[in-house]
């Protein structure tokens, strides 16, 4: 079946580096690819988004890029807080489907 | 931002007896819904797939019969866990997607079967 791998699983920082979350996918047709972010005891929340026919997407300190070519995408977290300290779960869209897989999460702690 | 509203947010109940969740989107009509189930530390499993005026799409090993959709309007799916026991026990999410095949998730709901 399609697969969405995530890596890390687990990543710290120190406030005000950067962060860096890549995943991976296999369905050649997935075309949209979201970022989210979840807060203990909450439901995810939509960060970011992007989409098959851009290959970079920023938002203030946050950037999405996308390599199609390589199936992968990756998040990247800049000037980070110590309230970026979530989990944050990457998606792909399955085929022509409205489903999404998602990757397993990576728990980001971002050190005060 | 689109907002997803769930209700209730927690619920504790005896073994055998159902439990329904609802799942709203509050400034959007969504034709699909979703319902996921988490368990601690681990991603979102997808259990169904609820599209309105139509019966809900299951995923492989989810039982319809236990866990029953209703996707009544444009606005509203609920989930009804029937008969829960301990084991289903977890966090259920729902989701609504918007007309640019956006999904937007809620806040969750939290079963605790005794």
């Known amino acids: 079946g399609e697969n969405v791998e995530q890596h890390p699983s687990t990543l710290s920082v120190q406030e005000g580096d950067s962060a860096v979350i890549k995943c991976t996918y296999s369905?050649?047709?997935?075309?949209?690819f979201p970022w989210y972010k979840q807060e203990l005891g909450k439901g995810p929340q939509l960060i970011i988004d992007?989409?098959?026919?851009?290959g970079e997407k920023k938002d203030q300190r946050i950037a999405v890029t996308l390599n199609k070519t390589a199936k992968h995408f990756s998040l990247h977290i800049t000037e980070t807080q110590p309230e970026d300290s979530a989990v944050y779960f990457c998606?792909?869209?399955?085929?022509?489907?409205?489903?999404?897989?998602f990757g397993a999460g990576t728990r980001l702690t971002v050190k005060p | 931002g689109a907002v997803v509203s769930q209700h209730p947010s927690w619920v504790i109940c005896k073994s055998g007896t159902s439990v329904k969740i609802e799942c709203r989107s509050l400034?959007?009509?969504?034709?699909?819904m979703f319902w996921y189930r988490q368990f601690p530390k681990q991603s979102l499993m997808l259990m169904a797939t609820?599209?309105?005026?139509?019966?809900?799409?299951?995923e492989q090993g989810v039982e319809k019969d236990k866990f029953l959709i209703n996707h009544a309007s444009l606005t509203l799916s609920t989930l009804t866990v029937t008969s829960a026991h301990p084991e289903d026990s977890s966090f259920y999410i729902c989701?609504?997607?918007?007309?640019?095949?956006?999904?937007?998730f809620g806040p969750g709901t939290r079963l605790l079967v005794l």
């Open positions: 992007i989409r098959s026919n851009v």
């Open positions: 369905d050649s047709a997935s075309n949209y």
């Open positions: 609820s599209n309105e005026g139509s019966k809900a799409t299951y």
């Open positions: 400034d959007f009509q969504a034709t699909t």
């Open positions: 989701s609504a997607m918007t007309h640019q095949e956006t999904q937007y």
């Open positions: 998606a792909a869209s399955i085929g022509g489907n409205n489903d999404m897989r």
